[in-house]
């Protein structure tokens, strides 16, 4: 029975269905973990199978009746200039507006009487179209997904009247000011780089991008190698295999090297005072290694340990780190530790809300805590922040579009998608000092990135905040 499971969990080291096999490296790591059987018992297996173009199909069968199934492009901001940045964003909005042998109201109608629910979203690496469909119209919502994607007729008069929709999203997103701050934290510590542009582009660009702008990032970034078709729920992933063999089995195939440009870190602050807001919103980070990295999963359990909490969550001053303080000196209205991971960089650290008379205080407390981090762990800490951060990487995985999401995600970062019980022996595997080596590697004494808006007056400046990356050691 252990062998059986154990077969079941491990599906990315088979050959790949008699079609071209993955990389080795993508594979290799896989095999240096045994199963837990609590961890791979009823596990759906994920297979993966590549085409003679690159193009990857990937799936989870879960004998459900309905499905989720995604095209995921690597393609995002980051593969733009400043001339054109916007521009997949842009796409994003025209992909529904009817294509060569479909209008808009027909592709809604078809849409609309399969019961199903179709989405897309950019964000600076990725484009993802997804449908949510009864498994019985796989096929059907697998060639709306590639007509929409190849097949978009890109009208002058769709261009035009989308422009005024994603400035209007622009003049929302300008009142979120969460994205307000992470946008200016990104703009701040990759500086003249790809990564510091925004997702929707400057109102410049949104004004004068054309038709033939568009055509180019498709024919550009929208090639065979770099796209992924993921499914999850009720699909037969040799039929899934045979759709894809169908609708992208002809695909172009380039030669030519898509690995974005490296994005220089820059330690560095972007304030935006207004003191007539109630309210102050601050984001500070250090700059961590791209998703690849064996650091990345220390890194992701430092941030479960900083933790994150608002005013109306029922934790209380019992509770360990930072959340302890905000609760017992009411430091600030909210707070979240991030981890946000790029191909080749990532930005780790902290976002809150707070007073104006308060501002200041957050920043020597949540630094105190990475100190603390950096020379002073416990194994029950470590524990627990282990516990939290698997509980919450297994209910990410509640519903076929999160799967299906993570599937798709995986495949376009890793080359396959990594078993469960992988992650959680690679978790498991944290010790207090092996998280402290990596903290002390990437946030003791190391720059940061400062993004502010909000009351500021009495904010630190950024020597100010700089010194409290170090502590004196005795």
Known sequence: MALRLLRSASSVTKTLTGRQKLPVWCLASS??????????????ETKLTQLPNGFRVTSEDSGLPTCTVGLFIDAGSRYE???????????????????GSRTKTQLELEVENMGAHLNAYTSRETTVYHAKIFSQDIEKGVEILADIVRNSNLNEEDIEQERSVILREMQ???????????DYLHMTAYQNTPLGMTIL?????????????????VDTHYVAPRMVLAAAGGVDHDKLVKLAEKYFGDMPETKEDFTPAKCKFTGADTRERDDYMPLAYVAIAVETPGWKHA?????????MMVGAWDRSKAAGKHQGGLIAKCVELGLCNSFMSFNTLYKDTGLWGIYYVSEAEKVYDMVDQFQAQWMHMCKNLTEYEVNRAKNLLKTSLMLGLDGTTNICEDIGRQTLTYGHRIPMYEMVERINRITPNSLMKVMNTYVYDKDVAVAAVGPLIDFFEYNRIRSGMWQLRI
């Open 295 to 303: 650091d990345t999963i220390p890194l992701q359990v430092a941030s």
């Open 31 to 44: 095999r240096t973990f045994s199963a837990q059987p609590e961890l791979v018992l009823n596990v759906p």
């Open 172 to 182: 929302e997103v300008e009142t979120n000011l969460q994205e307000v701050v992470f």
């Open 81 to 99: 200039d400043p001339s054109n940045n916007g521009t997949a964003h842009f796409l994003e909005h025209l992909a529904f507006k009817g294509t």
């Open 201 to 217: 582009g400057p109102e410049d660009n949104i004004k004068s991008i054309r038709r033939a702008d568009l055509k180019q990032y």
